[in-house]
C-alpha cells in the first residue's frame, strides 16, 4: 500500500521540526545558565570543610539581582538590576576585581558599615567578637601534612558553620577594615590558607564591590575526587557520593 499525497510525510518539514526543537531547547539553556542558575567547580581548599576541591555546586543568580558579573550574555545590564544585599554569613560566587575572568567563592562576613577585624583568629564585627568552639583535630583534605582544627563559628544571629583553623598565622591579627557603602568583606572558611578579602586586592580580594557578585552557592550536586577530570574519561566515575544534593551552609 502507497501513502498518498495528503499523508506523506515530508522529510524536509521533519528536519526543520528537529532543528526548531534544538534551537529552543538551546536558547532555553543558555537562558537559564545567563540569567538563572549557573554551575561551578570548586578549584581549592579555601572554603574547608564546607566545601571540598571537585565539588560541583550550583549558584542562584536571582538572590542579588543581576549586573555585568552575572549576566555574561547581557550587555544591556548596568550597575545592578533587583539588586539585594547578601546576607552575612552568605557564600557567594563573585568575579575577582582584579581578574574577572576568574570567579572566586568566599563567605560574606562584613557588610557595608561594618567595621571587621580579626583578634587571635576571631572574627570581630562591630566590636562583637563571633563564637568559637573548637572541636577536633583533622587533615586539610588537599593537603594532607597541615593539621588543622575544626572550629564552629556562631554568629550573633545564630547562623553557625565549621570552619578550619590550622594555627597562628599573620591574617589570624588585623587591624579594622571599615566596609563602605556598596562593598562588601569576604573570607574562606578555611581561614589560614585563603586569599580572601583580609589582603589586599592586587594579592587577595580587597573590598568586594556588589557589582562583582555572581549569585549565591546553594547546592553541591556532585563531588568528584581529586585527579578526575573531563578528558579522562575513566574517572568520570570517581565520585563522593555522600556529598550528592548537600544544601551549602
Do not use: C
Request: cysteine-free; charged content about 20%.
Amino acid at each position: 500500500m502507497t501513502e498518498t499525497p495528503e499523508t506523506a510525510a515530508d522529510p524536509w518539514a521533519e528536519i526543520l521540526d528537529t532543528v526548531r526543537t534544538l534551537i529552543i531547547g538551546l536558547a532555553a539553556a543558555l537562558t537559564l545558565h545567563a540569567v538563572f542558575l549557573q554551575p561551578f567547580t570548586i578549584p581549592s581548599s579555601s572554603m574547608e570543610p564546607g566545601l571540598r576541591t571537585g565539588d560541583y555546586i550550583v549558584v542562584s543568580k536571582p538572590t542579588y539581582g543581576w549586573s555585568l558579573a552575572s549576566v555574561s550574555f547581557s550587555p544591556w545590564v548596568s550597575g545592578r538590576v533587583f539588586g539585594r544585599d547578601p546576607k552575612r554569613g552568605d557564600v557567594v560566587v563573585f568575579r575577582l576585581p582584579r581578574d574577572p575572568k576568574q570567579a572566586w567563592i568566599k563567605r560574606v562576613i562584613g557588610l557595608p558599615g561594618d567595621r571587621v577585624q580579626m583578634i587571635g583568629g576571631q572574627v570581630v564585627v562591630n566590636g562583637q567578637p563571633w563564637a568559637q568552639e573548637a572541636l577536633d583535630l583533622t587533615v586539610d583534605l588537599d593537603r594532607p601534612e597541615r593539621v588543622v582544627r575544626r572550629v564552629r563559628e556562631t554568629q550573633p544571629s545564630g547562623r553557625s558553620y565549621v570552619t578550619y583553623d590550622g594555627g597562628q598565622t599573620l591574617a589570624d591579627d588585623t587591624g579594622v577594615y571599615e566596609v563602605p557603602a556598596g562593598q562588601y568583606l569576604v573570607m574562606g572558611d578555611n581561614r589560614d590558607n585563603s586569599l580572601d578579602g583580609r589582603f589586599p586586592a592586587d594579592v587577595g580580594v580587597g573590598l568586594l564591590p556588589a557589582s562583582n557578585l555572581v549569585g549565591k552557592a546553594e547546592w553541591v550536586l556532585a563531588s568528584w575526587k581529586p585527579g578526575a577530570g573531563l578528558f579522562k574519561p575513566w574517572t568520570w566515575l570517581n565520585l563522593r557520593g555522600d556529598r550528592f544534593f548537600k544544601r551549602i551552609q
